[in-house]
């Protein structure tokens, strides 16, 4: 009873912290939404339609609706798959219509808007935990303002995955190694970069391992069960991992009947690849041949060196290893995948460790100065947001 109402109060307490942070975070959400809402209608556009009906939404609700097994086949020979996307946001989408009068669509906001709280939440927990409270809430309004913001309240999976991944690497950094895996797994599910998380949740056990060796076990009998417990864990943890991803791979795989390696051929279609961030590099090197493309050419090169310059400061800040493993394997896959290059920034979206040197940063400046700072990049993210999905391409 009395370790019950611990639990209870731990939560409350939790979420009392959080509680800063997470309204911050839904006024800057909503000023996104209502910008999208005024910029759609003055386009003559549904706000709503472009949040959940377009692009790679309709897709999901695709699966939710009639499962795996539709293709498109374009004139130029590819053929678009919804092999392609994972499971974990779809199976919500039809729990949510199943239970409730929402549509699929419907419920794919409704899962994108809850996970995007619960990804603010983690975000918070994760940062507080390394860096304080007010770092916390800091780098959960910088998440929130990121130009691509708008995309944390799209029925798309980056809001499910980040809160996903933000949990499982704050389970692994307070040694909670099953939730962690599990947490993980269920990432897996959700993105192809949720073997980043394993990858994460790998490492930390890797070293935890290595450490309780190196420090010995324990004196007592007491000790020694404690040690051999805390490594069964990690065990059950490392193995839970990986599961979601590699058991959706396999089953594309079979599926396919093109083996292990099928979920890469479906891929292919899309002409998605990991060609080592050459295509990438040709993609930028084009806009230099003319003007004024060579100015986007710039912010191009410019946005890449910010997000390694970031990644060199959170290895020099010492960030906790499966932050940095987690972090580097993200911008990896983003910025080396041959896909289509408008969808890097928000790929990009859930590489929220690299925003924890800016959230230092920025808590140690007076309150009036950092409020003024994320007023103004509020404001401008909202404003990019609706015009962005305005444009003619999929974010």
């Not at 472009?50 to 309709?58: E, G, H, I, N, P």
């Not at 729990?95 to 409730?100: F, I, R, Y």
């Not at 690299?354 to 993210?381: C, D, N, Y």
């Amino acid at each position: 009873m009395i370790d019950l109402e611990t639990r209870t109060e731990g939560r409350t307490g939790a979420l009392r912290r959080a509680a800063p942070a997470l309204l911050g975070y839904a006024a800057v959400r909503a000023l996104g939404l209502l910008a999208l809402a005024l910029w759609s209608a003055a386009r003559d556009k549904s706000a709503y339609t472009l949040l959940t009906a377009r692009w790679d939404s309709l897709w999901y609700t695709r699966v939710a609706e009639l499962g795996y097994g539709y293709e498109v086949r374009l004139p130029n020979g590819d053929v678009h798959s919804n092999l392609a996307f994972f499971p974990l946001l779809p199976w919500l989408e039809r729990l949510g219509a199943a239970v409730s009068p929402l549509s699929y669509a419907d419920a794919g906001f409704v899962v994108s808007l809850l996970a995007s709280l619960a990804a603010a939440w983690g975000i918070f927990a994760v940062a507080e935990h390394v860096y304080g409270r007010r770092a916390g809430v800091c780098a959960v309004l910088l998440w929130a303002v990121l130009p691509v913001g708008v995309v944390q309240s799209m029925a798309y999976s980056e809001s499910l995955f980040t809160a996903l991944a933000a949990w499982s690497l704050y389970a692994v950094l307070t040694g909670r190694w099953v939730t962690a895996g599990l947490l993980a797994s269920l990432a897996g599910l959700t993105r192809p970069v949720g073997l980043a998380v394993a990858a994460a949740v790998w490492a930390a056990a890797v070293v935890a391992f290595a450490r309780s060796r190196s420090d010995g076990v324990p004196d007592g009998a007491r000790g020694a069960e404690r040690a051999l417990g805390d490594g069964a864990r990690r065990v059950l943890g490392m193995i839970l991992a990986p599961l979601g991803a590699a058991g959706y791979v396999l089953w594309v795989g079979h599926r396919t009947g093109k083996g292990p390696l099928g979920y890469l051929d479906v891929q292919a279609g899309w002409r998605n690849g990991f060609d080592g961030g050459v295509a990438f590099a040709r993609f930028v090197g084009d806009k230099f041949t003319s003007f004024p493309a060579a100015l986007a050419g710039v912010a191009l090169v410019a946005g890449v060196a910010l997000l390694l310059w970031l990644y060199v400061v959170c290895v020099r800040q010492r960030q906790p290893l499966p932050l940095l493993v987690y972090a580097g394997i993200v911008v990896a896959l983003a910025l080396c995948a041959s896909s289509y290059f408008g969808s890097k920034p928000r790929l990009l979206l859930p590489a929220f460790p690299l925003l924890l040197p800016l959230a230092l940063a920025l808590a140690r400046l007076r309150t009036s100065r950092s409020a003024l700072v994320v007023g103004g990049a509020a404001v401008a993210s909202a404003v990019y947001g609706a015009f962005w999905l305005n444009g003619s391409g999929p974010p």
